[in-house]
C-alpha cells in the first residue's frame, strides 16, 4: 500500500497546479481567441458574426499605431539583444579578473534588484533636458549637449533600450558567469601553453561551448521584449505621440482607452503568434543541440 502510495501522492500534489494551469493559462488564451472574432465592445458579447469573424483582424492591420508597435518590438528585439553581449563581455572581464569578483558582481547585479518602473521613473529624470544628464553637461561648459531623446520621437525608443540595457545586463552577466565558470580549466591552460590570443580562444572555442547558455539568454530577451509594458509607462506613457508603442501597450491600451475586448484580444492573439515564433525555434534548437550533443557523447 506504501509503495503504491508513493506512485500516486507526486500526482495528486501535482493536481492543483495543473488545474490553475488548465484554467487560468489554457482557459484564457482560449477565451482571449474566441473573444476576437466577436464584436465585444466594454463588455463580452459571445456571439460571433460569421461574415464578419475577421474584422478586428483586418482593422488591426490597416492601425497604423499596430504597426509603429511591431517596428518597434523588432527594434527593441535588436536592441536589447545587446544586453547579452555586454553581460558575456562584462563576465569575462570578472572571470578574468578574480580580484573583487564579488564586489563588480553585486555593482553590476543591482539594478535587477529595481523595479521596471522604478528604473523608468529615474532615466526619465536622467533624460530630462531641465535637470538631467543634457543639465550636468550644460553646466561643465559643453553648451551645445544635447540629452532629450524622450522628447524627441525618432530616438525615444533609443532611449528606452538604453534604460532596459542598464537594468538587465548584469543579470545576462550572472548568467554568462556561470556559464564560464563552468568550462573546464584544462581548457583555458591548453589554450595559454599553444599561444592562442585570447580573442580568438573566446570567438573560437569559448562562445562555442556555450551555446546553450546564449540560447537561454535569447529566449528570456524575445520573452521581456514582446512583453515590455511598465518601463515604457514610467518613461514615455508611449509618447511622444505613439513613437514608442510596443504590442503589449497597444494591446492594454485598446482595452482600458477604447473599451473594446475584441480588438485587445486580436491584438493579444498575434503576440501570442509572435512569442510562438519566436519561441518555440530557440527551443527546439536548444533541443536539437542537446541530442546531438548526447548523440556525440555515445
Known amino acids: 500500500m506504501a509503495v503504491r502510495w508513493s506512485r500516486v501522492s507526486p500526482q495528486l500534489a501535482l493536481t492543483p497546479a495543473v488545474m490553475i494551469t488548465a484554467v ?14 466577436t464584436q465585444s465592445r466594454r463588455f463580452p458579447d459571445y456571439t ?13 492591420f490597416n492601425d497604423r499605431a499596430w504597426d509603429i508597435s511591431l517596428e518597434n518590438l523588432l527594434i527593441m528585439g535588436i536592441g536589447s539583444a545587446l544586453a547579452i553581449i ?41 533624460f530630462n533636458p531641465g535637470f538631467g544628464i543634457e543639465k550636468f553637461l550644460q553646466d561643465l561648459g559643453w553648451e551645445s549637449a544635447q540629452f532629450d531623446w524622450l522628447s524627441n520621437s525618432d530616438t525615444a525608443i ?23 565558470k563552468s568550462i573546464n580549466t584544462e581548457i583555458w591552460s591548453a589554450a595559454r601553453l599553444d599561444g592562442v590570443g585570447i580573442f580568438r580562444l573566446y570567438i573560437e572555442i569559448i562562445v562555442p561551448m556555450m551555446k546553450f547558455t546564449f540560447l537561454t539568454c535569447a529566449i ?25 508603442w510596443m504590442p503589449a501597450f497597444f494591446t492594454i491600451s485598446a482595452y482600458w482607452q477604447k473599451a473594446n475586448i475584441a480588438y485587445a484580444s486580436s491584438a493579444a492573439v498575434i503576440m501570442l503568434l509572435i512569442t510562438f515564433a519566436i519561441f518555440l525555434p530557440l527551443v527546439l534548437l536548444t533541443a536539437w543541440q542537446v541530442r546531438r550533443q548526447e548523440a556525440r557523447a555515445q
Open 220 to 244: 528570456l530577451v524575445s520573452l521581456g521584449v514582446v512583453k515590455a509594458y511598465d518601463i515604457i509607462v514610467a518613461m514615455t506613457n508611449g509618447g511622444p505621440g505613439q513613437s514608442t
Open 86 to 126: 555586454f553581460g558575456f563581455i562584462l563576465a569575462a572581464m570578472i572571470e578574468r579578473e578574480k580580484r573583487g569578483e564579488d564586489v563588480f558582481r553585486t555593482i553590476f547585479l543591482y539594478p535587477l534588484a529595481i523595479s521596471l518602473i522604478v528604473t523608468g521613473i529615474v532615466w526619465r529624470w536622467l
Open 158 to 180: 533609443y532611449g528606452i533600450i538604453l534604460a532596459t540595457l542598464w537594468q538587465s545586463s548584469g543579470f545576462y552577466m550572472a548568467l554568462m558567469l556561470a556559464g564560464l
Open 48 to 60: 460571433i458574426d460569421f461574415t464578419r469573424w475577421d474584422r478586428q483582424y483586418k482593422r488591426l
Open 24 to 37: 487560468a493559462f489554457v482557459g484564457a488564451i482560449g477565451w482571449t481567441i474566441y473573444m476576437s472574432f
